[in-house]
Nanobody, 123 residues
Framework: QVELVESGGGLVQPGGSLRLSCTAT????????MAWYRQAPGKEREFVTS????????NYADSVKGRFTISRDNAKNTAYLQMNSLKPEDTAVYYC????????????????WGQGTQVTVSS
């Protein structure tokens, strides 16, 4: 059983910072891309940022460029999202996403989602 476990969400004032973590647990063979998405109340889930296996390639939504930074530690099967200069419009549930192979099915990559962590930016 593979799970993506997120942590680090919470309430922060505008201009503040938060760091989210996403750890993949279970019988994992290898992890390819990892990413963060978010969903605000009444809105569709949207892409925030992604990082490839080697961490040499990252992508960001225009709305977070220059404020958010994605990174990963492959030894820990963990991705991080450092969020600075937070705005009220960043308020959402943040979801971790990973493309990975399991030990029991190492022939193909599969998509996994975390359960989400709430980020609220408010004074």
């Amino acid at each position: 059983q593979v799970e993506l476990v997120e942590s680090g969400g919470g309430l922060v004032q505008p201009g503040g910072s938060l760091r989210l973590s996403c750890t993949a647990t279970g019988s994992i063979s290898s992890i390819n891309d990892m990413a963060w998405y978010r969903q605000a109340p009444g809105k569709e889930r949207e892409f925030v940022t992604s990082i490839n296996w080697s961490a040499r390639s990252t992508n960001y939504a225009d709305s977070v460029k220059g404020r958010f930074t994605i990174s990963r530690d492959n030894a820990k099967n963990t991705a991080y999202l450092q969020m600075n200069s937070l705005k009220p419009e960043d308020t959402a549930v943040y979801y971790c996403y990973a493309v990975l192979k399991t030990v029991g099915n190492a022939a193909r990559f599969q998509d996994y989602w975390g359960q989400g962590t709430q980020v609220t930016v408010s004074s």
